[in-house]
């Protein structure tokens, strides 16, 4: 599976290390030099794109022609709608997935802003939270 990850921070640079780890073909897409320098310590190195993960150009030098799964994981909800929507709309790429960074933009990723899957690392959180005082409530009747 050939995967683009746009945004090499913590979680672009952690998705892209377990695709690695897992056989796939990775390009990830970042433009800070920063967290080039962090990367590059961290990824093959032909598995670093620089560049702005927005502009199409340096999305086609990353390999998104013939991309199965665009991964838009930057830290602007911004950036990551734009290339969701050029990724699916521009380049056909068969699954689009996004990381919703403002709860409050949540209704602006959907399938007519080229996103297959979105997540909120907020609500995920919260479910998680919530699943786990409900687990315990369970064990607890249970106890008595």
Known sequence: ???????GGQVGSNV????????????LVEV???????????LPHESIVIGNGSDPSVLERAGITDADVVV?????????????TIAKYEFDVPRVIARVVNPKNEWLFDE?????????QANILAHVVTHEIDAKSARDLLRH
Request: hydrophobic letters at 45%; charged letters at 30%; glycine letters at 10%.
């Open 1 to 7: 599976m050939k995967v683009v990850i746009i945004g």
């Open 16 to 27: 892209a290390k377990s695709l690695l780890e897992s056989g796939c073909s990775v390009m």
């Open 32 to 42: 800070r030099e920063s967290v080039l320098k962090k990367l590059e310590k961290e």
């Open 72 to 84: 838009a994981v930057a830290g602007k909800d911004e950036v990551n709608l734009v290339v969701s």
């Open 112 to 120: 007519g802003m080229g996103v297959d899957v979105k997540f909120n």
